[in-house]
């Protein structure tokens, strides 16, 4: 009986905890002050005469918001700027109105006038909205007694904007966390408009890094033989705590006042193209953040997932890919909650798909991005966010953009590439998955490092790249070993130089796009075991009063600097490579005695990797490798000893080290 009475009180317990983490009454959102005028705010803030799509061939639709403005009548008065259409939703302070610009448009502000309206439908406005945006437009507002005139304004596209090219397997990403990297601009550590404030002493704090620390910075990202830079989310986040992450977004449309400016952001990215490095931004179609401003005024009651009620996700993304699965699986991942401050977008609702598309090529075009990332791409609803991504690649076809799609599974991951043979049809239009399956093995199998059994060590890594079989790209996947949500590679490879020098060798050479995740260039540890913060570290020296300054040579030990320079040595031979940019892969299976070869080429160039992940030397039977080796010459050049030999005279590689030799036709 006393056993009986145990397990029910277990029970109990489980079904108590499941409960309260699933459902609870959200969090009270940011309070805004009640809307006062007409319009206090109009999303897209500006847009672009001559795009090839949203606006031309299909309409731009305009978010309208302040007092009363879903009962106000709407006119266009420039013919070039055509109202095509007007939505009234449940919320009386939004109208959303879809315009056409004409062909023979050109630049310049475009007259819209809003008329009010006696009140004909009820509306819910406990709390609203800030003041709208002054981020980086032109519209003004000019009220008279009667009538309140937007002018909206039309700006010119770059030259050749729409065939802008994105990232490519040629390029290396190198991902950072702007509050961890530099302190450019010290007066921005705090801001009087947003709500946490500076405390470097606090490790989920904000430290104050910002836009002008990584602008600061660019040579230092450059010689490391990066070619595109990824930062975390630089829009307006305004949690209580934990806002430097930057995942919950406040406004859209707004780069946070603790990184910078609008203005600023732009001047990254030119800043940047000046020296050969392309710049990605990272989005959030998923979900907000609890202090966005429109959480306290919804345009709609189904304009977020579960309004009232804190439901978390389930996280199994594994539902969206099921053919034996259940809607309420489905459901249960796809319209939960990330976490407390991050209410769900519904993804299935055709204006909020509209809203956010919009919003991407708005940055775009605004900013003249290479590219973008996509944070928690499985959790939205797959068909919305299929729209979403097909909607920008319309507009930019050549444009770079990567999803986060974290699985353990090949099969899982292949089903979210761009034109994937699905059981069910699906295409997602994502170019680039994240390849987390290979993270798992790179790891894995470079700590398993003795003569091993089948199925372990460096056959982990050749296991997972033989089913390529099942991507339609296997070359458009993003590897990588770590970024900001994984222990630091060098804790997770229990600080061993040489498995970090190797890791950082396997994805400069095989298929794919590598990505780097900052200061683990230079050896970089977690501070302790537990808690994604301590992965996200302050870059020493990027805070004036540093003891020490690690983007100087001067600045790093003897460990960082043997680290850095590998890495840049590697990857700036890279930018030189080919084969590894676009060749083909052959590799050949480690068997018992872990050491791994494989092979990249193409019509000139033939890029040999080895491994050695034993911990004893190897010498090199170059007969196994005939096949590939007989088309190309005999000598050949170790990248990074500037060694040269020949296929058949005998070549030892160290203990666990790596070799990568170029033999040219």
Known sequence: MKKNLFFLIVIAICVASCHSRQARHIPQPKAYEKPTKLVERVEPPSWWVGMNTVGTTSPLTLMFYGDNVGNANITSLNPSLKINAVHKVENPNYLFVDVLISANAVAGEYPLQLTPAATTAAAETTTAAETATTATTATTAATTAEATTINYTLQSRRSGSAERKGFTQADMIYLLMPD???????????????????????????HGGDIQGIIDHLDYIAQLGSTAIWSTPLTLDDEVRASYHGYAAADYYKIDPRFGTNELYRTLVQEAHKKDLKVIMDMVPNHCGLAHWWMSDLPSSDWVNHRDTFVRSTFQMATQSDPNGSKYDLNACVRGWFDFTMPDMNLSNPKVVQYLLQMALWWVEYADLDGLRVDTYPYSDKHGIATWTTGIMAEYPKLGLTGETWFHTTAFIAYWQKDALNHDGYNSGLPVPMDFTLQDNLLSGILEDGKTDWGKGLIRLHESLSQDFAYVNPNDLLIFAENHDVRRLAWQLKGSLNKVKMIYTLLATMRGIPQIYYGSELFMQNTKKQGDIHERLDMPGGWIGDPRNTFTAQGRTAQENELYDYISKLYQWRKTSTAVAGGKMMQFVPIDNNLY????????????????????????????????LQLYGTSGREIITGQTLQAGSPYTVAAQEAAVIEFRM
Not at 600 to 608: C, K, P
């Open 597 to 628: 070869v494989y092979f990249r080429y193409d019509d000139n160039e033939l890029v040999m990797t080895i491994i050695n992940n034993l911990k004893e030397p190897q010498t090199i039977d170059w007969s196994r490798y005939s096949e590939v």
């Open 180 to 206: 961890r990297f530099a302190n450019g601009d010290t007066t921005n550590d705090s801001h009087p408009e947003t709500r946490e404030k500076a405390n470097r002493k606090s490790a989920g704090g904000r």
